[in-house]
C-alpha cells in the first residue's frame, strides 16, 4: 500500500494545485503528472505478476525456442540506452546453444530485468556482458556488470520484492523494487534457479537456467 500511496499523494497534490489555481497545467506539470502515471502503472503491472506467481497462476507460452535469439533481441532493446550512458553491453555466446523450452516472452522479461538492474549499477565506460553455455540439462545464462557490488550481507535478502540495497534510491530513480523478485519467480516457473554473486567494488553476476528442449 505505501508503495501506491506515494504516487498516488503526488499525482492529488498536482490536481488539487491546478484545481486551486495554485498551479497552471503548463507542460513541465503535465509531464509530472504522467511521469507519476507511469510509475504507478508499471507498478500495478508488476504488483499483477507477482500476484499470479503467489497462486500460482502464472501462463507461459512454453515452445521449442533457440536461446541465443532471445539474448540478442534483448540486448538490441538496450544499445541506445548504452550509448547514452557511456556503457558497453557485450556478448559472450557460443556458436551454438541447444533449442530450450521456454516462454520467449517471459524469458526476455528476465533478462530486461537483469539488464535493467546492471544498467542501473553500473558506472560510465563500464562493461555488462551476457553469457550463456550448456550445463547438464539446462542452459545456464548470466548477466555480469562491472558495477559497484552488493554487500555479502545482502545478498540473501536481494531477491525480496521491494528490496533496495541502496537505501536512498527512489522509485524514480531505482524503478519498483520488483524486477529481480519477478525475473527469480519467472525463472522458477520454468524450472530452473537464480542466483547472485558478487563483491563490493568489483560487480556483481546474476546467473539462472532454463530447461532444455527434450524434442
Do not use: W
Not at 490536481?15 to 497545467?25: G, H, Q, R, S
Not at 499470479?52 to 535469439?69: F, V
Not at 554487500?151 to 530513480?173: C, G, H, M, Q, W
Not at 524450472?191 to 527434450?214: A, H, L
Request: with cysteine; glycine share 6%.
Amino acid at each position: 500500500a505505501h508503495e501506491l500511496r506515494t504516487p498516488l499523494s503526488n499525482l492529488r497534490g498536482y490536481l488539487e494545485a491546478i484545481k486551486d489555481d495554485v498551479l497552471k497545467p503548463d507542460t513541465a506539470t503535465i509531464n509530472s503528472l504522467y511521469e507519476e502515471a507511469t510509475l504507478l502503472t508499471r507498478l500495478v503491472d508488476d504488483l499483477q505478476e507477482l500476484a499470479l506467481a503467489d497462486a500460482s497462476e502464472l501462463k507461459l507460452n512454453r515452445q521449442t525456442e533457440d536461446i541465443s535469439g532471445v539474448i540478442r533481441q534483448a540486448m538490441v532493446s538496450f544499445q541506445s540506452q548504452m550509448i547514452d550512458r557511456g556503457i558497453s553491453l557485450i556478448a559472450d555466446l557460443p556458436d551454438r546453444l541447444p533449442l530450450c523450452n521456454i516462454d520467449s516472452q517471459r524469458i526476455a522479461q528476465v533478462l530486461h530485468n537483469l539488464i535493467n538492474n546492471a544498467v542501473t549499477h553500473t558506472p560510465r565506460d563500464g562493461n555488462i556482458t551476457i553469457s550463456a553455455k550448456e550445463s547438464g540439462n539446462y542452459v545456464e545464462v548470466a548477466v555480469t556488470d562491472t558495477g559497484e557490488g552488493i554487500p555479502a550481507e545482502e545478498l540473501p535478502n536481494i531477491f525480496e520484492r521491494f528490496y533496495r540495497v541502496d537505501k536512498s534510491r527512489s522509485r524514480r530513480t531505482g524503478g519498483t523494487g520488483l524486477g529481480l523478485t519477478i525475473a527469480k519467480r519467472l525463472v522458477e516457473a520454468h524450472g530452473g534457479k537464480i542466483i547472485v554473486q558478487s563483491e563490493p567494488g568489483k560487480g556483481s553476476r546474476f546467473t539462472f537456467t532454463v530447461p532444455i528442449s527434450s524434442d
